[in-house]
């Protein structure tokens, strides 16, 4: 309670003095009990703590935003931890237009892209094959997408997830917006597992950690395997 907030509190104001990057998480996400804290990322500790944020003590932005990344793929899930039966009906149009607007600025911000392109998966089964598989494309997805536009970014879909992510598609964008936690960590996780991370968007500084989380299995340096990064 009290504690977990100084402690994020003070570790923010370190952090933003000094403008350096922190890696990899408060804590971890094991390391607070989350029966008694109802943490389901880091992402919703960031979340949590912006939402108490009276005095800009974090950030000017409203929704921290979760992106994983690597040198062939960059994703960013609209939802995360939450089961896939809640996943449509939690998705409203403002969760669409500010995450868009998050993913855009970071392209630009952070990755150094002038006009990024941003592509937008469906949420069914082949985006929904025009109804016959569920109507959340046709009914809110798609015609949210041809009303909503963003300077200088280019934003496409919705697209089947099932053709999004191999070489060739991978050519044609800058990132992939997600429906939900596993259409986004399964293929950015198979192309590049060990040199994957974590980027949280939306935060006026530099936020990072491993796509994997922060192992504290493999803590002690007699247990790490050695990997190369890049």
Same mark, same amino acid.
């Given at each position: 309670g009290v504690t977990?907030?100084?402690?994020?509190? @003070?570790?923010?104001?370190?952090i933003k003095s000094t403008a350096m990057p922190?890696?990899?998480? =408060?804590?971890?996400?094991?390391?607070?009990?989350?029966?008694?804290?109802?943490?389901?990322?880091?992402?919703?500790?960031?979340?949590? =703590?912006? %939402?108490?944020?009276?005095?800009?003590?974090?950030?000017? @932005? %409203?929704?921290?935003?979760?992106? @994983? %990344?690597? %040198?062939? @793929?960059?994703?960013?899930?609209?939802?995360?931890?939450?089961?896939?039966s809640e996943v449509e009906s939690s998705i409203e149009d403002a969760d669409l237009s500010e995450t868009l607007l998050i993913i855009g600025d970071g392209l630009k911000r952070y990755f150094g892209l002038a006009r990024p392109h941003i592509a937008v998966a469906g949420l069914n089964p082949h985006a929904g094959e025009a109804g016959y598989l569920g109507r959340f494309e046709?009914?809110?997805l798609a015609p949210f997408l041809a009303d909503f536009t963003l300077e200088d970014v280019q934003i496409s879909g919705p697209y089947s997830a099932d053709s999004l992510f191999h070489k060739e598609a991978r050519d044609t964008y800058d990132a992939v917006l997600c429906m939900y936690h596993d259409q986004a960590l399964i293929p950015v996780k198979t192309v590049d597992f060990f040199n994957s991370v974590n980027v949280t968007l939306g935060l006026d500084f530099i936020r990072t950690s491993p796509d994997h989380g922060t192992a504290f299995d493999r803590a002690a340096p007699s247990l790490q395997t050695a990997y190369p990064h890049q």
């Open positions: 977990v907030s100084l402690i994020v509190i @003070l570790t923010v104001r370190m922190i890696s990899p998480t =408060f804590g971890g996400k094991w390391r607070i009990d989350r029966r008694k804290h109802s943490i389901k990322s880091d992402q919703h500790v960031l979340k949590h =703590f912006i %939402a108490l944020n009276e005095q800009n003590i974090i950030t000017k @932005l %409203a929704r921290p935003v979760m992106m @994983l %990344a690597n %040198a062939e @793929l960059r994703v960013i899930p609209l939802t995360v931890h939450i089961p896939l046709v009914d809110k």
